[in-house]
């Protein structure tokens, strides 16, 4: 599995995750393993959290469009479906 994980776009969905205040579990579990992610490049918990986190800003934008850019949701996307 070779998935390019970006430090730009998880950082992004970590500050729209606690701008937005959703699921601030989700957050505190995202930021521990991208910081696990950095010590041993293994992406598996990045991945799993990011899949709920593109759940959670996807109905976020359907119901406000202006409250998550649709680049966020697209890079993220590229993480979490890989």
């Not at 293994?42 to 998550?68: C, T, Y």
């Amino acid at each position: 599995m070779s998935v390019k994980i970006s430090e730009k776009t998880i950082v992004s969905t970590l500050e729209k995750l606690e701008k937005l205040k959703l699921d601030e579990k989700l957050h505190a579990e995202l930021s521990w393993c991208w910081n696990s992610y950095v010590a041993d490049n293994n992406p598996a918990g990045v991945i799993e959290k990011s899949k709920k986190a593109l759940d959670l800003l996807k109905a976020k934008r359907e119901q406000n469009s202006k409250a998550v850019a649709k680049k966020l949701v697209e890079d993220l996307e590229k993480i979490a479906l890989n």
